[in-house]
């Protein structure tokens, strides 16, 4: 899928949306799902997994995931919808009678999107190759990223390897409306339940039991590792 906001109306290949002096144009959208609730039409590509509305999960299947999608949509609504369908997707909303649309990623970014950003336009894609040959660098190395890829593994929030090419932050919203483009970042609470000295003293002796259990008697060494998922 692939979106550019700008001033420029050029011929459409796609689906085109105007707010004021600006066009929003939405293609390669014909794998996409796509579900209308209020006014509001949703295109979302990627793969949907399962959708919570309520306290309940409901696995998707190829018969109910449109369905899936226009509940999460209808009690959500664009901003919630990342938090109610898991996923790995990117979704495009327009809403023509507010003359606002917006872009958004699943809420782990699994489903990867490249943009680029410019006074004189928006673009995004979920594949690099379109998004490197808009960026006005021409597809020049983000040696800062690049640095950090190779001593860490990964490259810093909203990075990519090539300059002018970023990618959305966890929980961002990018907005168009015909005062242009926002980028909105909900900011959601982290609730971390306290352990009770019995389940401390639980863990305590789980890990003690591994730990030992796996040691030598002489020559034990310790390995460090800077990723969460070693962790």
């Known amino acids: 899928m692939k979106l550019t906001f700008s001033k420029s109306s050029g011929s459409p290949a796609g689906l085109m949306f105007k707010f004021g002096a600006h066009n ?16 509001v039409q949703l295109f979302l590509e990627g793969e949907i997994h399962y959708a919570t509305v309520g306290e309940h999960a409901t696995y998707a299947t190829v018969a109910n995931t449109n369905e899936l999608i226009g509940n999460a949509l209808a009690k959500y ?17 327009v809403n023509r009678a507010q003359a606002t649309a917006g872009l958004f990623c699943d809420a782990q970014n699994r489903r990867w999107l490249y943009c680029n950003e410019s006074p004189q336009a928006f673009f995004a894609s979920t594949q690099l190759k379109d998004t490197v040959a808009r960026a006005s660098s021409g597809g020049r190395l983000n040696q800062y990223a690049l640095y950090s890829y190779l001593l860490l593994g990964y490259t810093p929030v909203a990075e990519t390897l090539y300059q002018g090419v970023f990618r959305p932050a966890i929980d961002e919203h990018i907005v168009f409306s015909v005062a242009g483009v926002s980028h909105k970042v909900e900011k959601r609470e982290r609730k971390i339940e306290p352990y009770e000295k019995p389940m401390i003293d639980r863990y305590d002796s789980v890990l003690t039991d591994a730990i030992q259990s796996r040691a030598a008697h002489s020559q034990n060494y310790i390995l460090n590792s800077g990723g969460w998922d070693s962790t």
């Open 77 to 93: 609504g664009p901003v919630g919808f990342p938090h109610a369908i898991e996923g790995a997707y990117v979704g495009v909303w």
């Open 24 to 39: 929003l144009l939405v293609e390669d959208v014909a794998s996409a799902h796509h579900v209308e609730i209020d006014g």
